[in-house]
């Protein structure tokens, strides 16, 4: 399905780099409970990618991982031991430390950690018996079954508790320092990331398979260096299944990036002006070209004016999460608004508390909201000539125009503004279709908003978690260590074979998909090579008409070989309809779409020596009231296979007495010609000779002589038939091949 | 200046070309960036470069005679790359061969993603193989393979 607009231009709301207003607001999605029950994993649900490098005190993200696999047991004190196996995330990541895994919101128990395999050693399984004295724990019965988790990171998870403690079923929340392993652009490395082009990447590659001839990796070098530069990282988790271009156009927006597709290849550009170093440039920009009256074509000037309503002054609340290295996050908000306005509103909800752990970029991003759409005031669609910059020009450059308005008045005017490009057409004809968003500079030539952007930091402030209480932590918050990894080799376990959850298909061949290549090409079209192993597919409907009229098989019926008819056998239809009427035809294989009509009004036909070397089928006309004829649609019948006879080659020459070989087939040569016939009746008793086929000949005689035959058709084939019926007889014949 | 402008069309997968045609110069092949491309009436739309939105994909139309379906076909059943580009040059220095000064003015890389066509011509859809549908992160969902039978907590 194609969804076409009737005007391009209403499109660019969504262009220009505008960053749209939410169509609802709700929680932060980056805020977790932490005292709910353990989760358990779901066959179908998306396996989450845990996407996040801790630098320099900012980023981590804490995750709650599902689980796939538990095991319940209690002691003679009925001490409750809950062991989870939990998916972390999607491919490899860092080890996790001790202080970082909590059950609910406190540091106990133990783990193992290890990637592409089944973390730990405890076997799934519910193994509370009951305890004289004590109440038995209600623990699950179905506890997993365990697998391969091929490519995924694991952590085998076991606390014990008290006997009435019921919190072995609490959830196992994960500080992650550093996510799934990728490839880095920055540094050519392959480990943890914190870039956003790190992740589209990675999704490129892994969710689409986009290949690597379509994807701009200069361009991603590009906003990789933007965004370290400017702090504008992502420490998440990816984990709501979503298309991955819906992915793209509402995560990049707020890392100030858009997504481009530049000459067909996947990109990305800063929304903003930058430096080589990837810096916000807030110096004095220089555009590509400068587009004049001479280069616009007429009437293909078009501007449209932002509503006032879309440009009134709000309250842009960025929410995002502080992160500190306790690990347990606090959801945060940052107001952002120009000084005195929109004080006590309106607001307007950009949620980046998924991924942004940084107050500056959730500022950054609020006032380039704000102040975008505040100071774009009008967006412009021009024609313009071919001209130099044909070769120059790339969406997100900078073009000037600079058009004189005469009114009629003689006032004359200038419209002379930068514009940042955001669409560019080339066409065949050579006209060249540009859409542009107006770009504020001040009075140094910089852009009005890169400045706002870059000038807005945050406060600072650092807000408590809220954490208070007696501390339930058992491990201690400064503990680095990494617990050993004790899992087994997959196949120490015992599971299914591989082979037990595919079902593979065996593959038919289809017919050759280079047209109908696959059939005898000798045949016309629609035909069948009964000595081939290729036929046409079957075509229920053609089957469906020939059944309604009695008709099975092939439609034809043979009074000798079927598989091999001979000139003399008669075919005839097998079925019918009431007041049908069959016509034959002669096809010639060597020539396609050759057919002559041999026979018609007749439901038998004999074929004959001019059928050697080609097929005979009949059409069946049924009455059919309301057809201007008085007849259906021709049902077809047969084909017959090639006609074959065996036959010597010319010149030849036979003899013999009574009897003798009665019917010999030569060939004498395709095409016209004239060729000759001599025979010897052996001087008593008269033989018949007769000629059939190519040429038409007969004598009956007891003498000898010999005469010029002119082929009556191009056919090859004549048949020789002597008939000596007396005994005593001799007789003999030669014949030559066509001059 | 006489400007004029020709079209290249390759058809490939990574380093393997399978077909160059090129639309401008009549019944003759031309040597051009070190290959020789082929005379093919092929007839592309503008191309346009910019955000994902204003950019879906573009069609080139060409003869459907044998050779092109089978290249054609081949192309979109193995998902191979088809690169068109426009070059422009001043007519009245030469309008035999390719210029060495000819400019390269738009290019556009995309998938073979749909054929259509009547029976004299046959439309060739280039674009993103990032599919709008279907190309869904994560790219991983839990499966028996992977996780057996899940606990019920």
């Avoid at chain 1, 501390?471 to 599971?495: A, G, M, Q, R, Y």
């Avoid at chain 1, 059939?519 to 008409?545: A, C, H």
Wanted: charged share 15%; aromatic share 8%; proline share 6%.
């Amino acid at each position: 399905m194609s969804i076409i607009s009737s005007d391009p231009l209403a499109f660019l709301i969504g262009q220009g780099g505008l960053v749209g207003t939410p169509l609802k607001e709700g929680g932060a999605g980056g805020a977790e409970n932490l005292d709910v029950a353990q989760r358990g994993a779901v066959i179908g649900e998306p396996i989450p990618i845990v996407f996040c490098r801790r630098v320099s005190g900012v980023g981590g993200v804490l995750i709650s991982p599902a689980a796939t696999e538990a095991r319940f047991e209690n002691s003679l004190t009925n001490e409750v031991t809950g062991s989870y196996h939990l998916v972390l995330s999607e491919g490899q990541i860092d080890s996790i430390q001790v202080r970082d895994v909590f059950q609910r919101s406190c540091r106990v128990g133990s783990f193992s950690q290890t990637y592409d395999k089944r973390a730990g050693t405890f076997i799934p399984g519910n193994f509370i018996v009951p305890r004289d004295g004590f109440t038995t724990p209600e623990c699950p019965s179905y506890c997993g079954t365990g697998g391969r988790y091929t490519g995924l990171s694991t952590l085998a998870y076991q606390a014990t508790y008290p006997d009435g403690v019921d919190q072995w079923n609490r959830q196992v929340h994960c500080f992650i320092r550093g996510g799934i392993h990728v490839p880095r652009l920055l540094d050519s490395t392959l480990g943890p990331s914190n870039n956003v082009a790190d992740l589209l990447l990675y999704l490129l590659r892994n969710s689409s398979r986009v290949p690597e001839a379509q994807i701009d990796t200069a361009s991603l070098l590009a906003g990789a260096t933007f965004t370290n530069v400017n702090g504008f990282w992502f420490n998440g988790v990816v984990s709501e299944s979503t298309n991955v271009r819906d992915w793209i156009d509402s995560t990049l927006q707020y890392f100030l990036l858009r997504q481009a597709r530049v000459a067909g290849k996947e990109a990305v550009s800063p929304l903003l002006p930058i430096n080589n170093d990837g810096t916000i440039k807030t110096t004095a920009v220089s555009w590509e070209f400068t587009f004049t009256e001479q280069h616009i074509i007429p009437d293909s000037f078009e501007i449209t004016y932002t509503p006032l309503a879309d440009r009134k002054p709000f309250c842009a609340m960025v929410l995002w999460r502080q992160q500190d290295d306790n690990g347990i996050g606090v959801i945060r908000t940052a107001e952002v608004r120009y000084a005195g306005t929109a004080v006590d509103g309106p607001y307007e909800q950009h949620d980046l508390s998924e991924f942004c752990a940084s107050e500056n970029h959730a500022v950054k991003v609020g006032a380039y909201i704000i102040s975008k759409r505040r100071h774009v005031t009008h967006r412009l669609q021009i024609g313009v000539k071919p001209d130099a910059f044909n070769a120059t020009l790339a969406p997100g450059d900078l073009v000037r125009v600079r058009l004189d308005r005469i009114a009629s008045t003689g006032v004359a005017s200038r419209h002379d503004y930068l514009y940042e490009l955001d669409r560019i057409g080339k066409s065949v004809s050579g006209d060249v279709e540009l859409e542009l968003t107006y770009f504020p500079i001040d009075g140094d030539l910089g852009s009005v908003v890169a400045k706002e952007v870059n000038a807005a930091t945050g406060a600072g402030l650092i807000l408590p978690t809220g954490l208070t209480g007696i501390t339930c932590d058992i491990n201690s918050d400064t503990d680095t260590d990494v617990p050993e990894d004790t899992s087994l080799d997959p196949d120490d376990w015992d599971l299914p074979d591989q082979s037990d959850f595919e079902s593979v298909i065996a593959e038919v061949d289809p017919i050759d998909t280079s047209g109908l290549g696959g059939i005898d090409s000798s045949l016309p079209i629609g035909w069948t090579s009964t000595g081939g192993s290729q036929s046409n597919p079957s075509d229920d409907l053609n089957g469906q008409i020939g059944s309604s009229v009695g008709i099975s098989g092939d439609g034809l019926t043979y009074s000798g070989d079927p598989n091999n008819p001979q000139p003399g056998d008669t075919i005839s239809a097998s079925g019918g309809c009431e007041g049908g009427v069959v016509v034959y035809y002669r096809v010639d294989p060597s020539v396609e779409g050759g057919k002559v009509l041999v026979a018609q009004a007749t439901s038998t036909y004999t074929l004959v020596i001019n059928d050697i070397d080609k097929s005979v089928y009949a059409e069946l006309f049924c009455p059919d009231p309301s057809s201007p004829t008085g007849y259906g649609d021709p049902i077809q019948l047969g084909p017959t296979p090639i006609i074959n006879v065996a036959s010597a080659s010319c010149p030849y020459s036979n003899s013999g007495g009574q009897g003798g070989q009665a019917v010999v087939y030569v060939n004498v040569g395709s095409g016209p010609g004239s060729l000759t016939f001599s025979w010897n009746g052996g001087g008593s008793i008269p033989d018949t000779f007769t000629l059939a086929g190519a040429v038409n000949f007969s004598i009956t005689t007891a003498g000898s002589g010999s005469t010029t035959l002119t082929k009556t058709s191009t056919d090859s084939i004549v048949q020789i038939s002597v008939s000596a019926p007396t005994a005593g007889t001799i007789w003999s014949y030669s014949i030559s091949c066509i001059a | 200046m006489a400007r004029a402008q020709s079209q290249y069309l390759r058809i490939f997968t990574g380093s393997t070309t399978y077909q160059r045609w090129q639309s401008y110069y009549v019944n003759t092949s031309v040597t051009w960036a070190g290959a020789s491309w082929s005379y093919q009436p092929f007839d592309a739309d503008g191309i346009t470069a910019g955000e994902v939105q204003s950019e879906s994909s573009i069609s080139i139309r060409l003869p459907a005679t044998t050779n092109v379906i089978e290249v054609v076909l081949q192309a979109l059943d193995e998902a191979r790359l088809a690169e068109l580009q426009f070059y422009e040059f001043d007519a009245i220095l030469g309008n035999s061969t390719p210029q060495t000064g000819q400019r390269l003015i738009a290019s556009y890389l995309g998938e073979v993603v749909g054929v259509k066509g009547g029976f004299t011509e046959i439309e060739m859809e280039l674009g993103s193989s990032l599919a709008p549908v279907g190309a869904q992160v994560p790219p991983r969902t839990y499966s028996s393979r992977l996780v057996g039978a899940p606990c019920k907590l």
